[in-house]
């Protein structure tokens, strides 16, 4: 049985990730500040309400509603409108209220979802929940129980997660990839001294996608994915270089 795809609004994105998220999945986004996180994630609730006519949901713990307003106007989105025709709630609150809100029956969160047909969900940002505790077990079951709230409301969600590394070291990619269906990551990249934004489908659960690294930029309207980094390894680790096919090509011209 084919899966259902949920469009990101991102249409090299959507490629990338074989038609976009499985409907009712959880879907981490992780990246330096300035990467676009929350551009990704407004982009995804704007494809919902104007596309599909799905209502959608903002949850932040550290963004007021009226940065958020002034950010989204810069892309074209007008975040007010849409919460006056009820296609949009923001909810600015805490981990825990949030956490607590999905797991009580016939809760407050629970109506909202159901009497606005919430179906795209985005939650800013999943970095916070690692304020509730210093055990990695119970963490990570903080993380299970929040997406799998999400999922059983019917939505589609995206968490993002803050990574302080503006460049490189790899090693500080968070686990929560273990509890959620995909995970994107954000990256900043130098090339010949100048600062790129680069992006890779790390995971989709049960469903093929591309596994080559985009570059992208952040545009009026959104998300915008380029062409591929060829010719350059290490583009992950922070530390492009030629390769080798690449270099050789340089120094002796394409072989005839």
Not at 38 to 46: A, C, E, K, S
Not at 89 to 114: A, K, Y
Not at 182 to 192: G, K, P, T
Not at 240 to 246: D, E, G, I, L
Request: a negative charge; one cysteine or more.
């Amino acid at each position: 049985m084919p899966l259902t795809r949920i469009a990101t609004g991102i249409e090299g994105l959507d490629r990338m990730t074989g038609g976009g998220f499985v409907e009712r999945s959880a879907n981490l986004v992780e990246g330096a500040p300035g990467t676009g996180k929350t551009t990704l994630g407004l982009q995804f609730l704007v494809k919902g309400i104007v596309d599909r006519g799905e209502a959608g949901l903002y949850v932040t713990f550290e963004e007021f509603p009226a940065q958020l307003y002034a950010d989204a106007a810069r892309m074209g989105w007008d975040l007010r409108q849409f919460e006056a025709d009820g296609r949009l709630r923001i909810r600015f609150t805490t981990p825990m209220e949030l956490l607590q809100s999905l797991e009580e029956v016939n809760g407050d969160l629970e109506r909202e979802i159901e009497e606005f047909c919430i179906r795209r969900v985005v939650v800013d940002s999943l970095s916070h929940f690692e304020f509730l505790t210093d055990d990695a077990f119970q963490l990570r079951d903080i993380e299970f129980r929040l997406v799998s709230a999400f999922k059983r409301e019917g939505c589609t969600a995206i968490f993002l997660r803050e990574n302080g590394n503006i460049l490189g070291d790899t090693n500080s990619i968070s686990r929560s990839p273990f509890v959620v269906d995909s995970f994107i990551v954000l990256r900043y990249v130098e090339l010949d001294s100048a600062v790129s934004k680069a992006m890779l489908v790390l995971k989709m659960r049960g469903s093929a996608h591309a596994t080559d690294i985009r570059r992208y930029r952040i545009a009026n309207g959104g998300i915008v994915i380029e062409d591929k980094f060829d010719g350059q390894e290490g583009i992950l680790g922070g530390a492009p270089r030629k390769s080798r096919a690449q270099a050789f090509v340089e120094a002796f011209g394409r072989k005839r």
